[in-house]
C-alpha cells in the first residue's frame, strides 16, 4: 500500500506512535509519505520506502494566524495525486484529519483517497471538548473512513463527546526495540546515581496534566526514607516550576533534569521504577517503554493507564494526586528486591506479549486493507 501520514512531528506521544508504524510499515514493503511540517524527530536517518514531505505556510502579512491547515490540505492532495496514495493515516483529528477530508473533497474526480484518523488522546480530552473545536472535530471524525482510539478508556470518551456516527476501533500504542543495558547506559547511571542509590525516571513534555509537582512530592517524601535519585527526561511548561520546587525542597541533589532525549530506551533502562502521576492519559506510551525496558511503574489510575498498568503485576496506581500512597508504592518495591524483580519481569512480560509491533501493526494493516476493500 501507498500510505501518507500526517502528525505532530516534534515531541510527544502521537508523533512518536505515527513515526515508527511509519517505519514498522515500511519495513514491511509498503511505502510510507511523511507530510508534515517539520521531520518525525524518531525518522533520524535513512529509511527504505520512507518519503518526507515538508509543509510550508507562506508568509504574507494579511496571515495573522499562518494557515497551517490549508497548506496541509493542498500538501496532502498533491502528493496523493502525484504518489497515487490509497490512505491518508492522521494522527490528532485537529487538524490532520480535517486537512485529509479538504484532500480528499479536492482530488475526488481524478483519485480515490481514503482516511485513517487515530484518536490520541489530548485532541478529544482537551483540545476536541473545547466548545470552539468541538463541532470540527466531530465532522473530521465523522468523515473519517475508519477511526482508532489508543485505548479502551478513549474509546468511551469519543463516544460520550461527540457521539459519532463512525465506529471507533481501539488500537494500543506500541513498542517494538527489545531494550538494552548495555555499558554505556550503566555508566549514565553511575554518573547521576553515583552512591548506587535506586533511581526513579520521568520523561514527558512537562505539561499541566503531567502532574509534575506529584512527582518532585513523591520523591521528596521517598527521600525522608530511602536515599534515591530522580531523573526528570523530558521538557515543558512546568519544568522552570519543578525546578524550583526541588530548590526549595532542599533536594537538588538528587534530583536531574535532563531536558529533551533521544536514546530514551537506553536512560529508560538504567531506572529502577517509572513514575506518571499524570491528571489524565489517554494511553501513556511512556510508561510502556519503561515496562518493555523491565520497569515497574507507580501511575495515577487516570484514563487509560490501568489498560497497561495492572496493579499488583505490573507495578502499582493510585487515585490522581494521591501522592501518599504513590510514595509507599515506591517504597515498597525498593524495599523488596523479590517483589521488585517480579514486577519488573511481569511488566516486561505484558508489554511485549499485548503491546508488541508484531501484534500491533497488523490490526492498523487490517484496517488499511478492509477500507480499500470497501468499493470494490
Ligand atoms: O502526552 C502528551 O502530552 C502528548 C500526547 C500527544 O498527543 O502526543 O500524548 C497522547 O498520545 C500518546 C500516544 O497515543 C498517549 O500515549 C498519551 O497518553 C496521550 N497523552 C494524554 O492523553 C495526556
Known amino acids: 500500500m501507498k500510505i501518507g501520514i500526517s502528525c505532530y512531528p516534534t515531541y510527544g506521544g502521537s508523533g512518536v506512535v505515527a513515526t515508527e508504524l511509519g517505519k514498522a510499515l515500511a519495513a514491511r514493503g509498503h511505502e510510507i509519505h511523511f507530510i508534515t511540517y517539520a521531520l518525525p524527530y524518531r525518522l ?17 502579512p494579511l496571515f495573522e494566524y499562518p494557515p497551517y491547515a490549508l497548506a496541509l490540505a493542498t500538501k496532502m ?30 482530488i475526488k474526480d481524478r483519485h480515490r483517497l481514503k482516511i485513517i484518523t487515530t484518536l490520541h488522546g489530548t485532541d478529544i480530552t482537551l483540545v476536541g471538548a473545547d466548545a470552539s473545536f468541538l463541532r470540527i472535530t466531530r465532522h473530521s471524525i465523522d468523515q473519517s473512513d475508519a477511526v482508532t482510539a489508543v485505548s479502551d478508556f478513549l474509546r468511551q470518551e469519543t463516544l460520550k463527546t461527540f457521539k459519532p456516527k463512525v465506529p471507533i ?3 494500543y500504542n506500541f513498542i517494538k526495540e527489545i531494550p538494552r543495558m548495555d ?14 542509590e535506586p533511581v526513579l525516571i520521568h520523561l ?41 520546587m526541588v530548590r526549595r525542597l532542599g533536594i537538588r541533589d538528587n534530583v536531574s533534569f535532563l531536558g ?33 525496558c523491565g520497569l515497574p511503574v507507580v501511575t495515577s489510575n487516570a484514563g487509560g493507564l490501568p489498560e497497561l498498568n495492572v496493579h499488583g503485576e505490573t507495578g502499582f496506581h493510585a487515585e490522581v494526586g494521591d501522592i ?27 508489554a511485549f506479549e499485548r503491546f508488541h509491533s508484531d501484534i500491533i501493526i497488523p490490526q492498523y494493516i487490517n484496517l488499511y486493507e478492509s477500507v480499500l476493500a470497501e468499493d470494490h
Open 77 to 106: 492532495a498533491d502528493i496523493a495525486l502525484n504518489e497515487k496514495l490509497d490512505v491518508i493515516h492522521s494522527h490528532y483529528a485537529i487538524p490532520h484529519s480535517l486537512s485529509a477530508y479538504l484532500a480528499r473533497d479536492m
Open 204 to 244: 514527558s513534555n512537562f505539561r499541566p496534566v503531567k502532574r509534575i509537582s506529584d512527582i518532585i512530592h513523591i520523591a521528596d517524601r521517598v527521600l525522608k526514607e530511602i536515599p534515591i535519585r530522580l531523573v526528570m527526561i523530558g521538557d515543558g511548561p512546568e519544568r522552570p516550576l519543578a525546578e524550583r
Open 260 to 292: 529533551k532525549q533521544d536514546d530514551v530506551y537506553c536512560l529508560l533502562s538504567m531506572g529502577d521504577i517509572f513514575l506518571m502521576p499524570s491528571e489524565t492519559e489517554s494511553f501513556g506510551l511512556a510508561a510502556l517503554e519503561a515496562m518493555s
Open 183 to 196: 555499558k554505556d547506559c550503566m555508566d549514565i547511571r553511575k554518573r547521576l546515581a553515583p552512591g548506587g
Open 44 to 60: 533520524n536517518g535513512y529509511y527504505h520506502n520512507i518519503f518526507f514531505h515538508e509543509v510550508k505556510v507562506p508568509e504574507y
Open 324 to 350: 501518599e500512597s504513590m510514595s509507599r508504592q515506591v517504597m515498597q518495591i525498593l524495599r523488596n528486591p523479590a517483589l521488585k524483580e517480579k514486577l519488573s519481569k511481569q511488566a516486561r512480560q505484558i
Open 169 to 171: 476501533n481501539v488500537i
